[in-house]
């Protein structure tokens, strides 16, 4: 952040850099305008995630037979899809990177660089996708309404059922099929390598247990109640290690009025003891 404003205020004329000239500001200042929001958004979150390891700290020492207190911050009765807090944060972000590169635009068509508009059109095509989706994400909402899951317990536990309420603005019953499925996903860091032989380190993600349940027809109700059985083993929720597992509730429904129906949100599944 304090590099773009140091380079956009040189650019300008607005600073005096002893041995330094820094020309073109048409140019420079698209890059300072997305570096700056860069280093913002990377310092908000930086922020957060040091506040949030003081806690998970705190708690380990406070409460270690409770994992979950410091996982994540759950609500005990159910997690929901939160609509305009998602949809301003995509919306601020698309308004962001479109005007940095309308700003870039503007410089390479008075400039007659051909081929740093060839680049920006890449990056212009990449935008106008990334637009078209949240779009289809804001119809969908405006459609559809927010996903909301309610749990039986808090929190759930390996070994038995879990049952779940599912729900959105919209009645399943509008729709012609409705999927729920319950996924365990571990990420790591493999070593993948290419045709070349040529590796790299990458984060990979696998399903650990996978199960679902479909509705169709006179199954469908406005809301759905579908249970689980988890299954036992190794597969607790670790939001907090280096390979982090994490059970995921996938709702997808489709063959009604408007967009298809997909999302997915957490949901807390932990040990019978209570161990880590």
């Given at each position: 952040?304090?590099g773009?404003?140091?380079?956009a205020?040189?650019s300008?004329g607005?600073?005096?850099?002893q041995?330094a000239?820094?020309?073109?500001p048409a140019l420079?200042?698209p890059?300072?305008?997305l570096g ?6 990377m310092?908000v979150?930086?922020?957060r ?9 705190r708690l ?6 409770e994992?979950w207190?410091?996982d ?6 159910g997690?929901?899809?939160r ?7 995509a919306?601020?972000?698309l308004?962001v990177a479109?005007?940095?590169?309308a700003?870039?635009?503007a ?14 059109g ?10 078209a ?7 969908r909402?405006a459609?559809?309404g ?6 039986h317990r ?12 599912v ?6 019953t509008?729709?012609?099929r409705a999927?729920?499925t319950?996924v365990?996903v ?6 993948v390598?290419?045709?070349?032989g ?6 990979v ?11 169709t027809g006179?199954e469908?109700?406005?809301e759905l109640?579908?249970?689980?059985d988890l299954?036992?083993?190794?597969l ?5 290690s280096d ?5 995921e ?11 298809r129906l997909a999302?997915?949100?957490l949901v807390p ?5 209570g161990?880590?």
């Amino acid at each position: 952040m304090l590099g773009s404003a140091l380079l956009a205020a040189a650019s300008t004329g607005h600073l005096a850099l002893q041995g330094a000239w820094v020309a073109a500001p048409a140019l420079v200042l698209p890059l300072c305008w997305l570096g700056g929001w860069a280093g913002g958004a990377m310092l908000v979150r930086g922020l957060r995630e040091m506040a949030f390891a003081r806690r998970r700290r705190r708690l380990r020492a406070e409460r270690p037979d409770e994992p979950w207190r410091r996982d994540h911050d759950w609500n005990p009765d159910g997690a929901r899809e939160r609509p305009i807090v998602e949809s301003g944060r995509a919306l601020l972000t698309l308004g962001v990177a479109g005007s940095g590169l309308a700003g870039l635009h503007a410089w390479a068509w008075r400039h007659d660089e051909w081929l740093a508009g060839l680049v920006l059109g890449l990056f212009t095509l990449f935008w106008l996708v990334w637009a078209a989706a949240v779009a289809l994400a804001l119809w969908r909402f405006a459609r559809h309404g927010a996903v909301r899951v309610e749990w039986h317990r808090f929190p759930l536990r390996l070994g038995e059922r879990a049952r779940f309420r599912v729900a959105c603005g919209r009645p399943f019953t509008d729709f012609g099929r409705a999927t729920v499925t319950l996924v365990c996903v571990r990420e790591k860091a493999e070593n993948v390598t290419d045709a070349d032989g040529d590796s790299a380190l990458t984060h990979v993600a696998h399903d650990r247990h996978r199960d679902e349940r479909t509705f169709t027809g006179a199954e469908l109700a406005p809301e759905l109640e579908v249970a689980f059985d988890l299954p036992g083993g190794p597969l607790a929720t670790r939001l907090g290690s280096d390979a982090p597992t994490y059970w995921e509730l996938h709702v997808e429904a489709d063959g009604g009025p408007g967009p298809r129906l997909a999302t997915a949100l957490l949901v807390p599944v932990y040990a019978r003891d209570g161990a880590p």
